[in-house]
Every structure is written in structure tokens, then in C-alpha cells.
């Protein structure tokens, strides 16, 4: 099976290529390519400038294989500055460019990575029929931006792809950004050997290790039949219990967690029985 994966240096497509390319042939994009890949076929461009990708891949000029399955996980994700429009923008500069890129190359399947911001972040069950509301998140642009690229996905490449949005909770592994909540309780702990936890640890939310979310990709790329949108989470767990999990891993007899009262205190549940029920 031929499988393209976008993001190529990112933390999760980087363990996605490690889980496929033993058995299939993989081709990659990504802005820059890493050196010491070496996969046979990396394409190296932006993919949210849509004009130099159409250039770049050309109907006439494409090469003599078939790409059968896209794996799509190259986003603008957001920072500090979360009120910026070019996350909006950009992103859905990267959406329009892969729906070009995915009729090119005819690909029968293709695997859209979205985000369960697109969900409030509001105390509530979450399945995929629930309101999306990403305006009261701070990621909102992110969130937004993501929900719009679902639609536009399904709408355009409803007569050539089978598109899979998976919204996947907080992937957490070997890897990961700096910038993220398991990444920032570990440099803490290490650091002190402590982890703050704001909201009295009461805060909830859905959790994935990459491990986890790799096998279920693994899943749905050799599932005959599907389409449509999934959450992809793995256990809804307050922060208390996540500080407890680093310590666990990282920590020792006299680690402690330091619970400060102001903070976030939602407990947001992600209903992922409908992954979980393909078999």
C-alpha cells in the first residue's frame, strides 16, 4: 500500500511513519526535509502557499504511482498569540492545497487529523453529534479552523475519497511539544520534583498516548469501509490524576503535586465509543 503522510516532521506523523513503513511504501510532505529520513520519496514545500503546490504537483506531471491512502496531519497550531487570524488562514491554506493534492493523486482514503476543540470547553458528554463551539476556547482560530477543514474535506473529495476526520484528544509520548500540559508537568517534576496543578487538579479532559493513536490509524488505514467523523480519545482523567501518571513514570517516594486553586475547572468528556466499536 502506498501511504502519504503530511507533517512529516512532526511528533506524531514521525511515529506514524515509524508504525508503517516496515510494511508499506511511504512518501511524505513537509516543509523541510529531514536528512536523516530516508524514505525513498519526501516532497519538500509549504503546503499553505496552495498556488506553489499546484505547481508543484501537476496532473500531467505526477509520478507513475498511486497514492492510496493520505494521512493528514500537517497543521498551524496555535501559540501565545491565539487571537491572530493567519492560524485561521494558514490553515485553511494547508486544507485547500491537500484537497488538490488528494484528487491528484486519486487517493481512496483519506485521513483527515482534526481536534476535540472543536467542542466547548464546557462541562459535558461529547459524542460526535454533540453542538461544536469552538468561539468560548482559547484555540479558538485552531478549533474553528479545523471544523471548517472537515467540511471542506467531506464536500470536495466526497466523489474520490473516503474521508475520516479523527478528533483526537490530548496526544501525549516520545516526542511531544514542550508547550503541552504532560510535556510542562514532567519538565516541572523533574525540575523540583513537584508538579503544580491549577483548578485543584479538578479540571477533566481526554488523553491519548501516541502509542494508542497510532494503532487505532492503523485500524482505520485497513478498515474496507469507513468514512465520516470519529473522536479519537483514550481516557478521560482530571489533571490531578494526569500529575499522578508523570509522577508514576518519572517521579519517586517523595514527588509532590501542589494544588493551586485558580485555574480551569471544566470537565469536558469525550465519548469515543464510536472508534471503538469498529472491530
Known amino acids: 500500500m502506498n501511504i502519504l503522510i503530511t507533517g512529516a516532521n512532526g511528533f506524531i506523523a514521525k511515529h506514524l511513519i515509524s508504525q508503517f513503513e516496515d510494511h508499506h511504501k511511504i512518501f511524505t510532505i513537509s516543509r523541510k526535509i529531514d536528512q536523516q529520513?530516508?524514505?525513498?520519496?519526501?516532497?519538500?514545500?509549504?503546503?499553505?502557499?496552495?498556488?506553489?503546490?499546484?505547481?508543484?504537483f501537476k496532473q500531467e506531471n505526477r509520478e507513475n504511482h498511486k497514492i492510496d491512502?493520505?494521512?493528514?496531519?500537517?497543521?498551524?497550531?496555535?501559540?501565545?498569540?491565539n487571537k491572530n487570524i493567519k492560524i485561521f488562514n494558514d490553515n485553511i491554506g494547508i486544507t485547500e492545497s491537500m484537497i488538490h493534492v488528494a484528487k491528484v493523486f486519486s487517493a481512496s482514503k483519506f485521513?483527515?487529523?482534526?481536534?476535540?476543540?472543536?467542542?466547548?470547553?464546557?462541562?459535558?458528554?461529547?459524542?460526535?453529534?454533540?453542538?461544536?463551539e469552538p468561539s468560548v476556547n482559547f484555540e479558538c482560530l485552531y478549533g474553528l479552523s479545523k471544523f471548517c477543514s472537515e467540511e471542506l474535506f467531506k464536500f470536495y473529495l466526497k466523489d474520490t475519497s473516503n474521508v475520516v476526520n479523527v478528533r483526537l484528544?490530548?496526544?501525549?509520548?516520545?516526542?511531544?511539544?514542550?508547550?503541552?500540559?504532560?510535556?510542562?508537568?514532567?519538565?516541572?517534576?523533574?525540575?523540583?520534583?513537584?508538579?503544580?496543578?491549577?483548578?485543584?487538579?479538578?479540571?477533566?479532559?481526554?488523553?491519548?498516548?501516541?502509542?494508542?493513536?497510532?494503532?487505532?490509524?492503523?485500524?482505520?488505514?485497513?478498515?474496507?469501509?469507513?468514512?465520516?467523523?470519529?473522536?479519537?480519545?483514550?481516557?478521560?482523567?482530571s489533571y490531578l490524576e494526569l500529575a499522578q501518571m508523570v509522577i508514576t513514570e518519572y517521579g519517586d517516594s517523595s514527588s509532590e503535586i501542589i494544588l493551586e486553586e485558580k485555574g480551569v475547572t471544566s470537565k469536558v468528556i469525550i465519548d469515543s465509543n464510536k472508534i471503538n466499536s469498529l472491530g
Open 37 to 56: 529520513n530516508k524514505l525513498l520519496t519526501n516532497y519538500e514545500l509549504d503546503l499553505s502557499d496552495i498556488n506553489l503546490v499546484k505547481e508543484y
Open 111 to 132: 485521513i483527515n487529523f482534526s481536534t476535540i476543540g472543536v467542542y466547548p470547553n464546557i462541562s459535558g458528554i461529547y459524542d460526535e453529534k454533540s453542538a461544536v
Open 69 to 81: 491512502v493520505i494521512i493528514h496531519t500537517a497543521a498551524v497550531l496555535s501559540g501565545q498569540d
Open 169 to 237: 484528544g490530548q496526544v501525549y509520548g516520545s516526542g511531544m511539544r514542550d508547550d503541552r500540559i504532560y510535556s510542562m508537568m514532567k519538565a516541572e517534576l523533574q525540575k523540583k520534583n513537584s508538579i503544580t496543578v491549577f483548578g485543584q487538579g479538578e479540571r477533566i479532559s481526554n488523553f491519548v498516548s501516541i502509542n494508542y493513536l497510532v494503532d487505532k490509524i492503523e485500524e482505520i488505514v485497513h478498515h474496507s469501509n469507513i468514512e465520516g467523523t470519529y473522536n479519537l480519545g483514550e481516557r478521560n482523567i
